[in-house]
């Protein structure tokens, strides 16, 4: 079993990424995207999106971190996996899911699960721009309006040199609203060689264990999820191994990691994205947690950095004491 930690753009970044894997049971992580259009970046744009890469490629809690790329000019692509190949990461991921309108417009994401062809120049050129040694994966949504192309989406990766392919359940229609229709996915399974990973709306063990079900698939990628569970991955692999409920993370082990989260907001984001980024992970740990909605109304409201670190020095002093 393969369980990998989804990117997910201002949300599931380096910051969270570091506290994820340090609550344990991922496998590997996948960065959010970044955005190739037409230059060669620089190396410092990769390391401010996967500063992990002047760790090994891999979170201090030791877990491989692979970048993800999207853009739409083979060229462009493969020059710039070239340049991000040389800073080590894990392996190098393309992104043809995003459903964001932005991203389309510009034939990027989603998009391009209307057109074969380009699918496979993409992942052909970029698989020929990188070291053999390192993975090129692709991640990929049903389609965009309907599923009639995804099995030629999903063999126009494979052609193209992809080893692994992860699909998110939807299609760039459905968005992010449930359900997310894991019973899609044996169709693409049956039409590559190659692993499939399967994603969306998995919240909970008993979502994972018929996920997999339903899907065939072993390995799964979890989104929100494990950002409203930060021990779900635990939880998974405790039922698996026929303990369930033996590694539950609760509230109180949460603390220390959430102090470490605002301690890693203010030490890395812009003062202008520090409150309401320790507000947005309350909001989604609200799903989990009551004492995250106490929590969470607590904080809605607060703005002055120094008073959030006083509050969360006390949650987490509280904790220690207990």
Not at 71 to 92: H, K, Q, T, Y
Not at 122 to 140: D, G, Q, W
């Amino acid at each position: 079993m393969t369980l990998l930690l989804a990117p997910m753009e201002g949300l599931l970044d380096f910051v969270l990424r570091d506290v994820l894997t340090r609550v344990g049971g991922v496998d590997r992580c996948v960065s959010e995207f970044i955005r190739i259009t037409g230059s060669l970046l620089p190396d410092k744009v990769f390391l401010r999106y996967v500063p992990e890469l002047q760790h090994g490629g891999r979170t201090l809690a030791g877990v491989p971190v692979r970048a993800q790329l999207l853009g739409s000019d083979p060229v462009c692509m493969a020059e710039n996996a070239a340049r991000l190949a040389m800073l080590g990461p894990e392996g190098i991921d393309l992104n043809f899911g995003c459903p964001a309108k932005v991203v389309n417009r510009h034939g990027g994401g989603a998009a391009l699960l209307q057109e074969p062809e380009r699918i496979a120049a993409i992942v052909t050129a970029v698989r020929r721009a990188v070291p053999a040694h390192l993975p090129v994966s692709a991640k990929m949504r049903l389609g965009f309006n309907d599923t009639h192309l995804m099995r030629e989406c999903a063999q126009a990766m494979q052609a193209g040199g992809a080893a692994e392919l992860v699909v998110h359940a939807r299609t760039k229609a459905d968005g992010y609203r449930p359900p997310a229709y894991w019973e899609q996915i044996p169709v693409i399974r049956a039409a590559v060689t190659i692993p499939v990973v399967a994603n969306g709306e998995i919240w909970t063990v008993a979502d994972a264990q018929r996920c997999r079900e339903v899907s065939g698939c072993d390995a799964l990628m979890l989104g929100r999820g494990i950002v409203a569970d930060p021990g779900l991955a635990r939880a998974i692999r405790a039922a698996d191994a026929g303990q369930p409920g033996t590694d539950t993370v609760v509230w109180a082990d949460l603390l220390p990691h959430l102090a470490a989260f605002w301690q890693l907001v203010c030490d890395d984001l812009e003062p202008r994205q520090r409150a309401g980024r320790l507000k947005q992970w309350l909001n989604l740990l609200r799903r989990r947690f009551t004492e995250a909605e106490v929590a969470y109304q607590h904080v809605r409201t607060m703005t002055d950095q120094r008073a959030i670190t006083a509050w969360v020095a006390g949650l987490a002093g509280a904790a220690a004491s207990e």
